[in-house]
């Protein structure tokens, strides 16, 4: 029997092997416990982990080191996985929110060690429970939630609960079919749960050249099946399954290479499901499924009818010509009369591309004698479609065949919709409780009233919660900054000096001074001038010097600022003796209105100190920045010309006026980065707070986020929207953002646009077309969304949008048309019919100049003779 001297209870031992930071003590310690002991260390345990991590804190304090403060963690979590008496209080234990850690732990030995001491069943019961909390988040990348989930099943024989995160983080592991005991369980699952597609959307047959010793899934999937561990037919049918539950590309190319790798012989039992995949799969799901029915042959009249219409209406050239190779084969393959073609025929007929049609016809003219009378009436009916040109080249055999008839034009002009634009409200007072809101400053409005309330009242700055800033060598957040300057303010002198982890020293900006700024280009440039507001307010907490209220909150809810309010503060500062903060004295200039009262320019010409003097020259010549929007080829070159073979089309914003030495607003009025990094976008909804006198600045800088459609969410319309509401010209970049949200998000962006008087309708036109060119939208789509714009009151604006299109979206002298370019002209014609529109256009008078008789050139011709040619 073990004697412990007095004061040296189950708690101070454990406590002292906590101490230590080191887990494998603290594992020896708890073990050694009895059921008192336990419950004696679970008691003291929660109130611990502020004196643990304070412990650490004040250790490295001492010794003028930094380390990442995290030696505590495991040792208390091991503790706890010990001690505490049900699964489901362990597992919150784990991972509380004060064990976030930034590294993972190297070594889960002694975690493993406690757990396994428990019995079989409430080991069994922790790991369902640590499986169900998976969420696949970027915080558990880092802890290790998932490799200790996947464990604690394999250990303890449990079923895995069906729960979509753990499937994907199990794919997400080296593979290791042949011994891993949850492969019975998890492989179904595979093509059930969402996220495995993306996970694996890189993974091949055989490992990289640079890896060769890499395991892939889809190589263990072939060993394992090879083997005859597991059958090929269940694999080949959760893979039909999969491409039946729909999704892109990416989702689905892990799927399509294992079912190409299976190689399933083709199968009259799958034909249905092969057929229901042709109409909108992806293309290699699609090229999959037409190879299928290739092989399995002998389909019927219905099916073939089926495929064929499928393909014939993807937008794919290659679909079109297998669809219409598929019906050639059939009718020369088939034995009797080919009336269980018509239908087929039918779909072609309707197809909307010319050529398509076109070829279609000659199919039924080469096998006429095929069809009995009842097949050849059906033909005969379904060709009443066609124009009268193709309709005339059916042999007499088909019977006559009556012209498709022209459309009727009902088209009634209706006035646009009203625009009501927000009410420009009087900004709200400074924030009172500035510690209930220091970290609610995402919002601009909330940001503003924080500053000033901040700068204001020294006695509303209490110190916040206890929080982890400064372990990050710079803060890209507002409440970073917002906690530290209240910490400042609380307790001056505390923070501890700059220490950037290894990697991270080159992002510090050391040209401001101000040594926890990201770099520039780190951020986007409206939310690094918000950072560098919060900069010069720490620096000037820090150095004394903080002025009594700042000049740049603004006056009205557009982010204005009253030009005699603002020549007001300034007069103030100088009674005060007080000096300007750079950057809040730029945000202050950028956001006065473009028309000032004489009576304010003559005032603010008496004002003797520099930001007066600054002022009084931005009051009486306001410069005006020169904005242009070029695209760009992926090699760097630039044109806005007609762009052939472009696949990654990129933008460069471009702004540029005489550089004024303040560096908020020279980094507001220059150059967007074109490209972007993980914390660019950010604060995205308060960019109009920053320049609401520039709305085409503001357009700008959102330009970067416009191609890539996963870092433009489905709010990216209402940034755009905000910017009607705003002042200052539009140009390039707002008719480029109109017109790329046009397919996307309808009619209302548009149409707003319009009746604002905002919409730069032929340019947007113009910006329209090199989408199209580029692949950024469709013509099928903006079709419809112009067709709406017009029956609402845009159909003066639509024919406007309409010349910009044609000038650059229809083909060059060298370039081939297509059936989208036939149908920009036919829209076309409805357009200028609409709005009445009359003489020149070179666009369509050089398209109607080309040789020949095709559609595309009847339909040029057309709209030529439409406006007077």
């Keep these: ?30 073990l050694s ?35 990442d403060g995290e030696e505590w963690i495991e040792p208390m979590r091991v503790a706890g996985a010990g001690v505490l008496g049900g699964a489901a209080a362990v597992a919150t234990w784990l991972y509380r929110r004060d064990f976030t850690r930034w590294r993972r732990p190297l070594d889960s030995g002694p975690l493993l060690r406690v757990i396994a001491a428990r019995p079989p069943r409430w080991q069994a019961d922790l790991a369902a429970r640590l499986a169900l909390r998976l969420r696949g988040s970027r915080a558990q990348a880092r802890d290790d939630s998932v490799p200790l989930a996947l464990e604690l099943l394999r250990r303890s024989g449990a079923v895995p609960p069906d729960h979509d995160p753990l499937t994907v983080a199990w794919v997400s592991q080296p593979p290791d079919l042949e011994h891993d005991p949850l492969a019975g369980h998890l492989v179904p699952r595979l093509f059930e749960a969402e996220g495995v597609g993306r996970a694996l959307r890189e993974d091949n047959v055989d490992p990289p050249s640079w890896d060769s010793s890499r395991r892939t899934w889809l190589g263990a ?45 083709p199968s009259e039992r799958r034909v249905p499901d092969y057929l229901r995949l042709l109409p909108a799969s992806p293309g290699a799901v699609a090229e999959l499924a037409l190879r299928q029915l290739r092989g ?27 669809g219409l190779t598929l019906l050639d084969r059939a009718a020369r393959d088939a034995a009797g009369d080919l009336d269980d073609l018509a239908p087929a025929l039918a779909s072609a007929f309707l197809c909307e591309s010319y050529e398509v049609r076109e070829r279609a016809v000659r199919l039924a003219v080469k096998h006429a004698a095929r069809f009995t009378p009842a097949g050849a009436e059906a033909v005969r009916e379904a060709a009443g479609v066609l124009p009268a040109e193709l309709a005339a080249w059916l042999p007499e055999a088909y019977g006559a065949v009556a012209a498709e008839p022209e459309p009727a034009d009902d088209f009634e002009p209706v006035p646009l919709p009203p625009f009501e634009p927000p009410a420009r409200e009087p900004f709200p007072p400074p924030l009172g409780d500035l510690t209930a809101a220091y970290d609610k400053v995402d919002d601009g409005i909330v940001f503003e009233r924080w500053l000033d309330g901040f700068v204001r009242d020294p006695s509303k700055r209490p110190r916040p919660g206890q929080g982890r800033i400064y372990e990050r060598p710079h803060w890209c957040h507002l409440a970073e900054w917002t906690e530290a300057l209240l910490r400042e303010a609380a307790d001056p002198g505390a923070e501890p000096p700059v220490r950037p982890r290894a ?23 409206p939310h690094y001038a918000m950072l560098m507001r919060c ?31 603002l020549v007001a503060r300034v007069e103030g500062y100088e009674r005060a003796g007080a000096e300007a903060l750079p950057a809040d004295l730029g945000q202050a200039l950028l956001r006065l209105p473009r028309e000032v009262d004489p009576e304010v320019i003559h005032r603010a010409g008496k004002l003797t100190s520099e930001a007066g003097a600054t002022l009084a020259r931005r009051l009486a010549a306001r410069p005006e920045p020169e904005l242009r929007v070029d695209w760009s080829h992926a090699n760097g070159d630039y044109t806005h010309d007609r762009q052939r073979g472009e696949h990654s089309p990129r933008l460069r914003p471009r702004i540029r006026v005489e550089p004024t030495g303040l560096a908020l607003v020279d980094t507001l009025l220059s150059d967007p980065r074109p490209w972007t990094f993980e914390d660019h976008g950010r604060y995205m909804e308060s960019w109009r707070l920053t320049l609401p006198s520039d709305r085409e600045a ?17 709010y990216f319309h209402r940034y755009v929207a905000a910017l009607f509401s705003q002042d200052g010209p539009v140009g390039e970049a707002t008719a480029l953002l109109i017109a790329a949200q046009v397919a996307e998000r309808g009619r209302d962006l548009l149409l707003s646009a319009a009746a604002a008087g905002l919409l730069p309708a032929v340019e947007c036109g113009r910006q329209l077309g090199l989408c199209l060119r580029r692949d950024v939208a469709r013509m099928s789509d903006v079709r419809a969304i112009l067709e709406e714009c017009a029956e609402r009151g845009a159909h003066r604006e639509v024919w406007q949008i309409m010349t910009g299109l044609l000038a650059v979206y229809l083909p060059g002298p060298d370039e081939r048309p297509h059936a989208s370019h036939t149908q920009a002209l036919s829209f076309a014609i409805d357009a200028a019919r609409r709005a009445g529109a009359r003489g020149p256009l070179p666009a369509a008078e050089e398209a109607a100049a080309r040789k020949g008789a095709s559609r595309f050139v009847r339909t040029a011709r057309a709209l030529h003779a439409q406006l007077g040619g």
Excluded: Q
């Excluded at 073990?2 to 031992?13: V, Y």
């Excluded at 597991?230 to 294992?258: I, K, N, Y």
């Excluded at 959102?702 to 969410?713: D, G, V, Y």
């Design 221 to 265: 999937l072939r060993d394992a099946v090879a083997a005859g561990r597991l059958d090929p037919e269940p694999l080949v049918d959760g893979c039909l399954s999969r491409f039946l539950r729909g999704g892109d590309a990416t989702d689905l190319r892990f799927f399509a290479r294992l079912h190409e790798m299976l190689a399933p012989a």
């Design 1 to 30: 029997m073990t004697t412990h001297l007095p004061g040296d209870g189950a708690w101070p031992r454990v406590r002292r092997a906590i101490t230590t930071g080191d887990p494998a003590l603290v594992a020896d310690a708890v």
């Design 698 to 714: 503001v357009a700008m800088h959102l330009l970067p986020h416009l191609l890539n459609i996963w870092e433009r969410p489905g």
């Design 535 to 565: 900069a010069e307010i720490h620096a000037a907490l820090k150095a004394g010097t903080l002025p009594p209220y700042l000049l740049a909150t603004p006056t009205l809810t557009s982010g204005h600022l009253d030009p005699a309010e």
């Design 503 to 525: 990697g991270h020293a080159a992002e510090c900006d050391t040209d401001t001074g101000f040594d926890r700024l990201p770099a520039p280009g780190h951020v986007s440039a």
């Design 296 to 322: 399995a042959g002998g389909l019927s009249g219905a099916d073939l009818g089926e495929a064929v219409a499928a393909l014939l209406f993807r937008p794919e050239g290659k679909f079109v010509r297998a």
């Design 33 to 67: 416990l009895d059921e008192a002991g336990r419950r004696e260390v679970a008691d003291g345990l929660p109130g611990h982990i502020g004196v643990a991590r304070k412990a650490v804190t004040e250790r490295d304090r001492r010794r003028g080191v930094w380390t």
